[in-house]
C-alpha cells in the first residue's frame, strides 16, 4: 500500500524565489497535516485540513506561507518569497480523523534556501 | 506551539540492555503516539494508546499511557543496533480535533 507521498525530497532554491512543496494522503484518509521540523524547534504544525478544509492555521510562520488542498489526494505548501530561515524539513502527515486519530507521515522535503 | 516534555534527551547504551523513556504535560491528554525517526525520514508510526492505563506492546516495543492522562511511557527490550533513532511521542489534547503536540524527541544510540 502507498504511504503519504511527497515531491520533492530535496529543493535547494535561492532566496526570494517561489517554493512548491506537494502532497498527496493515504487514499481514504480526510485529515491532512503539513509540519516543520528544525534542529531549534523540533516538529512544528503549520497547518491541518480536515475533509480539504483548513482547520487550524494559527501555525503558519506569516503570510509568505500559504497551503490549499484542491481535493482529497493531494495539496501543497507554497512559500513566496523563500527566505534563509525558511531551510527546514517539511513533513506532510495524513490521518483518517475519525475516532481513530493515527498520523502517517511522509518521507518529508528538505528544503534549503540560500 | 506547545511541546511535551521527553527524557531523556539522549541515550547511549549497549546491545541487549532494556530501554526507557518518558514523556509529560501540564495538559490532560485523550490520546498518545509514539513514533521512530530514522536519519532522512519521517518518523514511523510505532505504538498508539487511548486509554489511561493502557499497556500495548509492538514487538520488544512496549507502552504505556499514564494513569493522570499527562504522561506516557515507552520500553524496549533487548536493544539491538537498529533500534538507532530518535523517538518522539505525540498526545492528543480534549477537544482539539485530530490535532497532536509533538515531544522533543530522544535520541537513542545502540552500541554493538
Known amino acids: 500500500d502507498a504511504g503519504v507521498i511527497q515531491s520533492p525530497r530535496h529543493e535547494v532554491t535561492e532566496m526570494g524565489q517561489e517554493v512548491t512543496l506537494r502532497c498527496k494522503p493515504i487514499?481514504?484518509?480526510?485529515?491532512l497535516f503539513w509540519y516543520r521540523q528544525t534542529m531549534m524547534r523540533g516538529l512544528e504544525l503549520l497547518i491541518y485540513?480536515?475533509?480539504?478544509?483548513?482547520?487550524?492555521d494559527s501555525g503558519m510562520p506569516e503570510d509568505r506561507f500559504s497551503a490549499k488542498m484542491p481535493n482529497a489526494s493531494f495539496s501543497t505548501l507554497k512559500i513566496q518569497p523563500s527566505e534563509p530561515r525558511d531551510s527546514a524539513v517539511y513533513f506532510c502527515?495524513?490521518?483518517f480523523g475519525t475516532g481513530v486519530y493515527e498520523q502517517y507521515f511522509g518521507p518529508g522535503t528538505r528544503l534549503t534556501v540560500t | 506551539g506547545q511541546q511535551l516534555n521527553q527524557s531523556p534527551q539522549s541515550m547511549f547504551i549497549q546491545e541487549g540492555e532494556d530501554v526507557s523513556m518518558n514523556c509529560t504535560s501540564s495538559?490532560?491528554?485523550?490520546?498518545w503516539l509514539w513514533y521512530k525517526q530514522d536519519p532522512g525520514e519521517g518518523p514511523v508510526l510505532l505504538i498508539a494508546?487511548?486509554?489511561?492505563?493502557e499497556l500495548t506492546s509492538n514487538g520488544r516495543l512496549t507502552a504505556q499511557f499514564g494513569i493522570t492522562r499527562k504522561d506516557s511511557f515507552l520500553n524496549i527490550s533487548a536493544s539491538i543496533p537498529s533500534d538507532v533513532g530518535i523517538y518522539f511521542c505525540?498526545?492528543?489534547?480534549?477537544?482539539?480535533?485530530?490535532?497532536?503536540?509533538f515531544g522533543t524527541g530522544t535520541s537513542l544510540t545502540v552500541i554493538p
Open positions: 487514499s481514504g484518509h480526510n485529515s
Open positions: 505525540a498526545g492528543q489534547k480534549e477537544f482539539t480535533g485530530n490535532q497532536f503536540y
Open positions: 495538559s490532560i491528554f485523550n490520546t
Open positions: 485540513f480536515n475533509n480539504n478544509v483548513p482547520i487550524d
Open positions: 494508546l487511548y486509554k489511561a492505563g
Open positions: 502527515a495524513s490521518s
